[in-house]
């Protein structure tokens, strides 16, 4: 399984840019996918979940009603969706899915997933 995430960039504060995380290899629908972020001398932190189906989703506090996590299961992709970015959002964004067992719902400890992506760099200039 390779996952492959894409879209970050330099945005101004208060605009908006989507990530995609590309999956190939196994069954993408039968996968919870994550995304988490690192920002610079922090540790790498829980920001979305989607479970398997796409119904359930959950979103950490700080970007509740600004981002929004969805899936096209016929793309093998799934997307993060980020609005009224701000400065605290620059991070190193992880994509990540959870190959193995797992129930219809989300997952939001990274140590669910056994599947990372390479990262992209989303700054957010103030």
């Known amino acids: 399984v390779q996952l492959q995430a894409s879209g970050g960039g330099l945005v101004q504060a208060g605009g908006p840019l989507r990530l995609s995380c590309a999956v190939s290899g196994g069954t993408f629908s039968n996968y919870p996918m994550g995304w988490f972020r690192q920002a610079p001398g922090k540790e790498r932190e829980f920001v979305a979940a989607i479970g398997k189906i796409g119904g359930s989703t959950y979103y950490t506090d700080s970007v509740k009603g600004r981002f929004t996590i969805s899936r096209d299961n016929a793309k093998n992709t799934v997307y993060l969706q980020m609005n009224s970015l701000k400065p605290e959002d620059t991070a190193v964004y992880y994509c990540?899915?959870?190959?193995?067992?797992?129930?219809?719902?989300?997952?939001?400890?990274?140590?669910?997933?056994?599947?990372w992506g390479q990262g992209t760099l989303v700054t957010v200039s103030s």
């Open positions: 990540a899915a959870r190959t193995y067992y797992s129930s219809n719902y989300y997952y939001t400890e990274h140590t669910s997933y056994n599947y």
